[in-house]
């Protein structure tokens, strides 16, 4: 496709945003394998007791899709964002055999590095494709659908994994979902998904070049993000809480859940909950923040999320339990693809994919501390104190946005804040 034949938004790419929008779910319904069935495999097929042991699944996973996070989006600048998709389906073709067939919780983690890896080269690389798609004017809402399609079928492979379970056992028939997801998921993207990076650089045309006068160096573009700039690092602590409570829900709530003698079915509705509301959601509040801001609504998801995690652990009824699942989806949905649009707003669109990736690197390194300080807490203290930290946690992330991060939906300057970064 030529430069002149390019062009930006919704309407004009309407086809390969769509199909992008189903490639996302098979990569959401890949994790939802894992979020209602695997604490209780740890417990009743390898004896696991300790909380931190039984949470290193997402230790693993956490850690192997943030640092794949960070590569990919150098890779999809490197050479090219269709490219790195079909690799990251390549990689996450063992997962579910290796999860049906482990012999040990060894092979468990390793499942988990791959799945890690998969998601990190994946699901960056759909949500680099979206924002080159959909242009400057509905980020937020092509956020908004991307993270609808992916969270809401974390549900919906969450819900179906816990009923199968529930009827047939706990390996290896729920996995035999996996094998058709990766399957799907490989060939639509290695067969009607096209290149986008055109889009970007024909977008980078219409805005002015870095004050240095070409693309910042991975250093610079790591640094800037992750610190330097008020916006991009209150985005990034943010994420990091964000996929924090995340990772303490997928590990701590089924226990929590089973400990309240609730049944393997009603912990797959607990577990279908959180990400139904958190993916249905997102299709409202991504279109939201591009009317009404990023910045509090981003505080306000984080302050929402913190109620609702504190609803859970206060409650001991399916009831409250569910209630407060809702919450903490609703306050998700809030959050995650502001975020992402925020990223966008700020930087130029020649490293753009760059720092999403130094985003989604801290972000999914929340997976990690998340079931690390859980699991260590849950021992020490007992699991209600691991809840309610986290809790504490992400209150206090949201505060630091609403003093720190500025407004980034009308950022005016015509370099995106580029010309705030110092000479590599």
């Not at 699944?57 to 996070?69: D, E, P, R, S, Y």
Request: aromatic share 10%.
């Amino acid at each position: 496709m030529t430069d002149r034949a390019i062009r930006l938004g919704l309407g004009p790419n309407l086809a390969q945003f769509s199909l992008l929008v189903v490639v996302n779910a098979f990569v959401g319904a890949m994790v939802g394998l894992e979020r209602t069935i695997l604490p209780a495999i740890a417990e009743h097929d390898f004896q696991l007791a300790a909380r931190a042991a039984v949470l290193s699944f997402i230790v693993v996973f956490g850690v192997t899709k943030a640092v794949t996070n960070y590569f990919a989006g150098r890779l999809s600048d490197a050479i090219g964002r269709k490219h790195v998709l079909v690799v990251g389906w390549i990689v996450a073709l063992p997962v579910p055999f290796v999860l049906m067939w482990a012999p040990s919780w060894g092979w468990v983690l390793a499942a988990n590095v791959l799945l890690g890896a998969s998601q990190g080269l994946a699901w960056s690389t759909t949500v680099i494709m979206k924002i080159d798609l959909a242009g400057p004017a509905r980020r937020g809402f092509a956020m908004g659908l991307n993270e609808f399609a992916g969270y809401g079928a974390v549900a919906l492979s969450a819900l179906a994994t816990g009923y199968i379970a529930q009827t047939y056992g706990l390996r290896p028939e729920p996995f035999y979902l996996g094998i058709a997801f990766a399957v799907v998921g490989l060939a639509l993207s290695a067969i009607a998904v096209r290149e986008t990076h055109g889009h970007a650089r024909h977008e980078a045309t219409h805005h002015a070049e870095p004050q240095d006068g070409g693309v910042p160096s991975q250093r610079e573009i790591f640094l800037t993000t992750s610190f330097r700039d008020r916006e991009l690092s209150s985005i990034c602590q943010a994420g990091l809480v964000n996929n924090l409570n995340d990772g303490m829900a997928w590990g701590l709530f089924p226990l929590f859940y089973a400990a309240a003698d609730l049944s393997l079915e009603h912990i797959a509705w607990l577990a279908a909950i959180y990400p139904a509301v958190w993916g249905v959601g997102q299709l409202f509040t991504g279109a939201l923040s591009d009317r009404i801001g990023r910045k509090w609504l981003v505080a306000a998801g984080m302050w929402t999320q913190a109620v609702g995690i504190a609803f859970v652990v206060a409650s001991s009824q399916l009831a409250g339990f569910a209630a407060g699942a809702v919450l903490l989806g609703a306050g998700t949905a809030m959050v995650y693809p502001t975020l992402l649009a925020a990223i966008a707003d700020v930087a130029h669109p020649s490293w753009r994919a760059s720092a999403v990736g130094v985003y989604r690197l801290w972000r999914d390194l929340g997976y990690a501390i998340g079931a690390l300080l859980a699991g260590i807490t849950a021992d020490a203290f007992g699991i209600d104190a691991a809840i309610w930290l986290v809790a504490a946690i992400t209150f206090a992330s949201g505060l630091i946005v609403a003093i720190r991060m500025r407004e980034t939906l009308r950022v005016t300057m015509p370099s995106y804040r580029s010309t705030d970064m110092p000479q590599p």
